[in-house]
């Protein structure tokens, strides 16, 4: 297992992961067009981070983090949002309160840190292994190098394989949300 910091040219793998390993939140309904714009925008961000996991020279895992969700999403808006508005457009029409929702979702974490695990995403056939627990801990890695010594992961409450995972990696849950109306999710904080 190779750990090491993405790359612009590891965006398409990385949304392509997010695609179709993510089945929970909304982003993945907006397609991997919107995707790979939206990893190109974290990549570029001086407060966010990506690792990958790379297997002779093949991106089969990420994880991504923030310092501050709220100012990435105000970024991406203002950077990219009219081109990554058309290319989901048909997408974003259907689901007008999703995207409220997502968009709201950074304020509505109260006493809860700024910096963010936004997603992890792990290749079927590396599943298993430990590649997950290792990217988590290469996000932590990188918020400690950013000088961030606490961050938050949301996940849905029935994912219990990522509730285990993120707690192996000490994350403890420390508030239920719903970013979306009617699906209950876990807010795990991890402090250094």
Not at 67 to 86: C, E, K, M, P, S
Not at 111 to 127: F, I, K, N
Request: glycine share 8%; hydrophobic share 50%.
């Amino acid at each position: 297992m190779t750990l090491r910091a993405a790359r612009t040219s590891d965006v398409r793998a990385i949304a392509d992961l997010h695609a179709t390993r993510i089945d929970e939140g909304f982003l993945t309904s907006l397609g991997t067009s919107f995707l790979r714009r939206l990893y190109a925008r974290v990549l570029h961000s001086h407060d966010a981070f990506i690792v990958v996991d790379d297997l002779d020279g093949v991106t089969t895992g990420f994880a991504a983090g923030v310092a501050d969700l709220g100012a990435l999403y105000r970024r991406f808006i203002v950077r990219d949002g009219l081109r990554a508005g058309f290319q989901a457009a048909p997408r974003l029409a259907k689901n007008v309160s999703r995207v409220v929702e997502t968009l709201r979702y950074p304020a509505t974490t109260g006493d809860l840190p700024e910096a963010e695990v936004l997603a992890v995403a792990v290749a079927a056939e590396r599943s298993g292994h430990g590649v997950g627990q290792a990217l988590v801990r290469g996000a932590i890695d990188e918020f400690v190098r950013h000088g961030i010594r606490t961050a938050k992961v949301v996940t849905t409450a029935d994912n219990f394989a990522a509730l285990a995972m993120y707690r192996a990696c000490g994350f403890v849950i420390a508030d239920g949300v719903e970013v979306h109306a009617g699906r209950s999710s876990e807010v795990l904080v991890w402090t250094a």
